[in-house]
């Protein structure tokens, strides 16, 4: 269905139409689809949302304003419950649709009964933090934002490239990078999703800018990369909140793209040579700066899932409903 509120008009996945709500929200370059199948195995008393954030899908290429952090985007998912008349919603976030949950919980706890985290990004962003405390490496957040996207691969996805040809081509990321080198049925419905993404300064990546300092980008003002920027994004005291629903935090242990030596950040691709002139800057901790701020947090629990990359819902979809189904009854 399409949900207009006063920010933009937004294309929500729905099933049934009674029971607890639960809201899906998805990760970057993807769509809501990606929680198809996640959503048709809900146990009865439960009813799936799941939304397309600005950009994505069918909602509303409304601009992004990268200064705001994730807000635009958590924004929007609030407007949407509120719009509904939405009440103890389930949320459900996956990569950085975890950090837009996140801020959701950060802005508006009271509306929020539980909170899973599938493979999140880290509460401090991501690229340009150490340590698990999430320190800037640098005071302009160098090494994170839209440069650090790869050129070929925001082409082919501006293309709709379709193709395996390349490494960087849509079809190859996804099989490499969103699950583990596996198969997965129905790749081609998962890949056109992908390619639903909007391409350009205000959406993927979004607008780049310099830094003087190694590896010489720094985040622009738009766009989703810059969004989830440190110097934009960071949830400090999320321990702070009242009430604080419980977290189910699922996460797979083979995950390149969330990870404590993240195949996605240029810091740790500097340390492998990949990127030249690297001055010895350190991997961002992602998975151990998330379990810092949800120990501060309090109720959380973390589920990881061995052989299994960064879409635990697809590449173990039964284990992983299974937690879930758990998490929603206990909550």
């Not at 690229?127 to 050129?151: F, K, Q």
């Not at 989830?228 to 083979?254: C, M, S, V």
Request: aromatic share 6%; net charge negative.
């Amino acid at each position: 269905m399409k949900v207009t509120t006063p920010r933009l008009t937004q294309h929500v996945l729905t099933g049934r139409d009674a029971g607890e709500p639960v809201l899906f929200v998805h990760g970057n370059v993807s769509s809501a689809a990606f929680w198809r199948d996640s959503m048709a195995a809900l146990p009865e008393g439960y009813r799936p949302l799941a939304v397309d954030l600005r950009g994505f899908g069918e909602t509303d290429p409304e601009p992004v304003d990268a200064t705001r952090g994730l807000r635009d985007y958590s924004d929007d998912v609030l407007e949407l419950i509120q719009e509904l008349g939405l009440e103890g919603v389930h949320l459900v976030g996956w990569s950085m649709g975890g950090g837009v949950v996140l801020q959701a919980l950060r802005d508006r706890p009271a509306a929020v009964r539980s909170v899973t985290l599938v493979n999140p990004i880290s509460p401090y962003g991501f690229g340009g933090t150490e340590g698990a405390d999430g320190r800037l490496t640098h005071p302009d957040g160098a090494g994170s934002g839209a440069g650090a996207a790869n050129p070929d691969f925001v082409a082919r996805l501006k293309a709709g490239d379709m193709s395996d040809e390349s490494p960087t081509s849509p079809r190859n990321v996804f099989r490499s990078a969103y699950v583990n080198n596996r198969e997965v049925p129905d790749e081609d419905f998962y890949l056109r999703s992908m390619l639903t993404t909007r391409v350009g300064e205000t959406h993927y990546p979004g607008d780049g800018a310099t830094s003087a300092a190694w590896p010489g980008i720094a985040p622009g003002k738009l766009g989703v990369l810059n969004a989830i920027a440190p110097t934009h994004f960071r949830l400090d005291d999320l321990h702070e909140i009242d009430p604080k629903p419980p977290i189910l935090w699922i996460r797979g242990a083979d995950d390149v793209i969330v990870s404590d030596t993240s195949l996605f950040d240029l810091a740790h691709l500097g340390a492998l040579g990949v990127v030249p002139g690297s001055p010895g800057t350190p991997a961002q901790p992602m998975v151990a700066q998330t379990r810092a701020v949800l120990e501060r947090y309090g109720p959380y629990r973390e589920a990881v899932l061995q052989d299994c990359g960064h879409s635990p819902h697809l590449e173990h979809p039964e284990e992983f409903q299974r937690l879930l189904a758990g998490h929603l009854r206990e909550a």
